[in-house]
């Protein structure tokens, strides 16, 4: 099923934006003391959470290729991530009671600049955000090319914002950061403030510990999948040249020496899909067996 990638955008930017602050700041406005992010509250009459649920809809949305604007508004409009399904095998939390949020809230982001998005306030995206969850982000994007200057100047203010991205940029690195007092360690205060991500963190022992610093702090929001990480890069044979060639998908050296060999007797001359838009002739795919890396010299 093909939507617009703006609910995967959302989902991504929500993360970052309904966390709890990175950062210290004298100024910033935080979620006020009656609804401060927590995904459960409280409710008087029954003392018991009021989780807020949503109608399973992953029957009707997964897999088609021709969704109906309701379904389409549903995906992109709303925070029912249902349709997702369970693909994992895995349950991810996904309690979204909290939100939206009633009161003003606003989150000052320090982030530089992409050349195709120099504005992140003017994004459409951003609006999108707003509405679901009630919070209003302003992105201080310092001019492309000046990231370095802006963030020295920007940490030597001690006027920060409530999150920073690219916080590794602190002399020194992240760690620094938070022992000198710029960042804030969120140990303590993560369990109440992101309970779903707290949930998923503690779910697995390894999501646990790759998530922590050698000392057992939590200092940041890290990406955390429910896989491990996809084949996204390596040689490309076209299933036309293994069938020319009659042979199989190599994988040691001398297997891979034999099929381009055959490859050039056979007339095939472009047997890989193996484009140049990101200089993947430096990246050590066949070289590496060798010992040779990228742009490695010898003189």
């Not at 406005?29 to 927590?38: M, R």
């Not at 021709?66 to 939390?93: K, R």
Request: proline share 6%.
């Amino acid at each position: 099923m093909k939507y617009p990638n703006r609910k995967l955008n959302m989902l991504i930017i929500s993360l970052l934006i309904i966390a709890l602050v990175t950062a210290c700041s004298g100024n910033s406005t935080t979620p006020p003391a009656g609804n401060n992010g927590n995904q459960e509250t409280e409710s008087a009459e029954t003392n018991t959470p009021n989780v807020h649920s949503f109608e399973d809809v992953s029957a009707d949305i997964r897999g088609n290729q021709s969704p109906t604007q309701e379904q389409i508004d549903l995906v992109n409009l709303t925070l029912n991530d249902t349709y997702l399904g369970d693909p994992f095998d895995e349950v991810i939390p996904s309690d979204y009671s909290a939100y939206p949020f009633k009161e003003e809230v606003v989150l000052d982001v320090w982030m530089p600049a992409h050349s195709d998005i120099p504005d992140m306030n003017a994004h459409a995206i951003q609006k999108q955000v707003e509405k679901l969850t009630g919070i209003k982000v302003n992105f201080i994007t310092p001019p492309i090319g000046q990231e370095a200057d802006a963030f020295t100047l920007m940490i030597s203010s001690g006027d920060l914002p409530d999150i920073i991205m690219e916080p590794e940029r602190y002399p020194g690195g992240f760690n620094a950061g938070v022992n000198d007092g710029a960042f804030l360690d969120l140990t303590d205060l993560m369990e109440k403030h992101a309970p779903n991500y707290t949930a998923w963190r503690n779910s697995d022992e390894v999501r646990r510990k790759t998530s922590v610093t050698d000392d057992g702090r939590l200092l940041g929001f890290y990406g955390l999948a429910p896989y491990s990480e996809w084949m996204w890069f390596g040689m490309l044979i076209k299933q036309e040249a293994l069938e020319k060639t009659g042979m199989e998908v190599p994988n040691t050296i001398d297997e891979w020496y034999a099929f381009l060999t055959k490859a050039k007797e056979v007339g095939y001359s472009e047997p890989l899909n193996y484009g140049s838009n990101y200089g993947q002739i430096f990246t050590g795919i066949l070289n590496g067996a060798f010992g040779v890396w990228d742009w490695t010299f010898f003189s």
